[in-house]
């Protein structure tokens, strides 16, 4: 069973910073694109950012471009999300996803469906 374990979340005031990180254990880590997404209350889930294997190729939805930096660290097995400037519209569990059926995919996946494992997910609460 592949474990995907988030941390860092938690209260932020608007304008503030949040540093999220998910770690694991799975072996195939190191090839995997890798993902954050958020779900809101009474929301679907939404990607917020992806980044590929070897951390070439990242990708940001609109709403969080030039506030939210995505990293990862191989030798580490973990993936970042630097979240600055919050925003109350930020506040949602946020989740990270690993793709471990396209080994050094080249584009990283930005459907849930793209994501064969997921991690429990962290809430993230900004105020006003």
């Known amino acids: 069973q592949v474990q995907l374990d988030e941390s860092g979340g938690g209260l932020a005031q608007a304008g503030g910073s949040l540093r999220l990180s998910c770690a694991t254990s799975?072996?195939?880590?190191?090839?995997?694109?890798m993902a954050w997404f958020r779900q809101a209350p009474g929301k679907e889930r939404e990607l917020v950012a992806v980044i590929s294997w070897n951390g070439g190729r990242t990708y940001y939805v609109d709403s969080v471009k030039g506030r939210f930096t995505i990293s990862r660290d191989n030798a580490k097995n973990s993936v970042h999300l630097q979240m600055n400037s919050l925003k109350p519209e930020d506040t949602a569990d946020y989740y990270c996803?690993?793709?471990?059926?396209?080994?050094?995919?080249?584009?990283?996946?930005?459907?849930?469906?793209?994501?064969?494992?997921w991690g429990q997910g962290t809430q993230v609460t900004v105020s006003s």
């Open positions: 996803a690993l793709d471990s059926d396209l080994g050094r995919a080249e584009v990283p996946g930005r459907l849930t469906e793209d994501y064969n494992y």
């Open positions: 799975e072996r195939t880590f190191s090839s995997s694109s």
